[in-house]
């Protein structure tokens, strides 16, 4: 079983960026999709951003739409969400998550611990 280790979460002011990053043991990365998800304090997880396993398609919640970016790599066992103009309401603990297969619209089924994003107003 691969484990998934996030880090790069923080405290920003509203507009500000962040970049979390997470890393993949395991030799099998690049034969999956990846994403990430959030949940806030009294509230379900929600999905944020998948790519597929070579990163030729992403996807994105309407949330997060024009202000996140997620990218991999896959000589690195890497992957990154690239948050700009973030707003409060991004205020979560943001998790990645492996799928279940190439495709980033197939369940997730590996998640990792989480890295707290706080965006103050």
């Known amino acids: 079983q691969p484990q998934l280790s996030e880090s790069g979460g923080g405290l920003v002011q509203s507009g500000g960026s962040l970049r979390p990053s997470c890393a993949h043991s395991?030799?099998?990365?690049?034969?999956?999709?990846m994403g990430w998800f959030r949940q806030a304090p009294g509230k379900e997880r929600e999905f944020v951003a998948a790519i597929n396993w070579r990163g030729a398609s992403t996807y994105y919640a309407d949330s997060v739409r024009g202000r996140f970016t997620i990218s991999r790599d896959n000589a690195k066992s890497m992957v990154y969400l690239q948050m700009n103009s973030l707003k409060p309401e991004d205020t979560a603990i943001y998790s990645c998550?492996?799928?279940?297969?190439?495709?980033?619209?197939?369940?997730?089924?590996?998640w990792g611990q989480g890295t707290q994003v706080t965006v103050s107003s």
């Open positions: 395991g030799r099998t990365f690049g034969s999956y999709a």
């Open positions: 998550a492996r799928g279940s297969t190439a495709y980033g619209t197939d369940p997730f089924l590996v």
